[in-house]
């Protein structure tokens, strides 16, 4: 029996994709072949490789002044690269710090450059987000930076702001994938593969092209983004395993309604946790209403001692990664896009049931 993985990343797989891949682990497609045997140029490699990228585009709707590509290195690699090609002598960086992941990426960046922290969600203790009406970039400023979804605090965004002609940059590790989302309106949009994508590894980069002009050309190579973008991420060794796995699972989410149907399952899903929360004493949500992910529920039980015993008395019942992270504690429970429905209804009811014995 399968556990019920409730792990924040890296995270549950489509039970199909993980079938495929076992079957196809020593022989691709009759080839003779394991596709992590094969050459990354040409040949079955880059012929699933272009697969993969189309079926992203597809699914995604991106327009063709886009590039899509994978690097190495996961998301904490992009929080260097993108102020070293775009945070230019005399331009000002505007970054939301909204919990830990968007806080890495501007301490990273203040390393390199100047920076504007335009909203700081400390004193809420990360469980708030600004309106995004009142969101206007710095003068000279080289980007707006922002996380989509902060998978340890479980706060989301759930509309963009306008940035006019300055581009707007977007770490979607956490939630690509589970909603439509309009990339004309960024410049970027990045995120490791290993929560609602496939296993660890990749790094999926969405870049408008005209971005690359405005870039710092004076890098090594593999912080210089034409040169991936050139060679659609082909300039070094790309890891072809997670590719391979991500490929599998777009054509998965494709086959369960695309997007919208992610978008759908996630509502369904997370609004049965919720639900619960609400309508109880027991469990308590820290998270501004209008912004709790539909990805990572993080919540709260009246104390410490019941949370261990929760989280004891989950994995007994075969539910796995219910503790919260580290840095801020409590429970969380991540219900990325293969986490099937009904261990989100083994999760309720094991929720009600523990409420009733501890309540
Ligand atoms: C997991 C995560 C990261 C870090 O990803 P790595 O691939 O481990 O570098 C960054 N941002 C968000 C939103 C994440 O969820």
């Known amino acids: 029996m399968r556990k019920k993985n409730f792990f924040a990343g890296p995270s549950v797989m489509p039970e199909e994709v993980l079938e495929i891949l076992s079957k196809e682990i020593k022989d691709y497609q009759g080839e003779g072949l394991s596709m992590i045997e094969a050459s990354h140029r040409g040949g079955m490699f880059e012929a699933m490789y272009d697969e993969c990228l189309a079926l992203f585009r597809e699914l995604l709707g991106i327009p063709d002044n886009y590039d899509v590509y994978f690097l190495g290195g996961g998301a904490t690699l992009q929080f260097t690269m993108i102020p070293m090609n775009f945070l230019l002598p005399g331009k000002v960086a505007d970054y939301a710090k909204t919990g830990t992941w968007s806080n890495k990426a501007t301490n990273d960046a203040e390393k390199l450059g100047s920076v504007n922290v335009f909203f700081d969600g400390k004193e809420s203790n990360y469980t708030t987000l600004p309106d995004v009406e009142s969101i206007k970039p710095s003068e000279n400023s080289a980007y707006v930076y922002i996380c ?202 094991f929720m009600l049931e523990f409420e009733k014995k501890n309540g």
């Open 148 to 349: 989509a979804n902060e998978t340890i605090g479980g706060i989301e965004w759930k509309a963009f702001p306008d940035t006019k002609d300055v581009p707007l940059i977007a770490d979607m590790s956490s939630d690509i994938f589970s909603r439509p989302v309009d990339v004309s309106k960024f410049g970027m949009i990045y995120g490791g593969v290993q929560k609602n994508l496939g296993p660890a590894g990749a790094t999926f980069i969405i870049m408008r092209k005209d971005m690359l002009e405005r870039r710092n050309g004076n890098l090594t190579a593999y912080m210089d983004y034409a040169l991936h973008a050139k060679d659609k991420g082909l300039y070094n060794t790309p890891p072809v395993f997670s590719i391979w796995a991500v490929k599998l699972v777009l054509e998965w989410i494709k086959s369960n309604g695309g997007v919208q149907g992610m978008d759908e399952r996630a509502d369904k899903k997370s609004s049965l946790i919720y639900s619960v929360i609400d309508s109880s004493d027991f469990y308590r949500s820290p998270v501004d209403k209008r912004y709790r992910s539909r990805m990572n529920i993080v919540f709260r039980l009246p104390n410490e001692e019941l949370e261990k015993k929760f989280v004891s008395e989950s994995q007994k019942e075969g539910m796995l990664g219910l503790k919260g992270h580290r840095s801020v504690g409590g429970l969380r429970a991540s219900l990325y896009n293969a986490l099937p429905y009904e261990d989100v209804v083994a999760l309720r009811d």
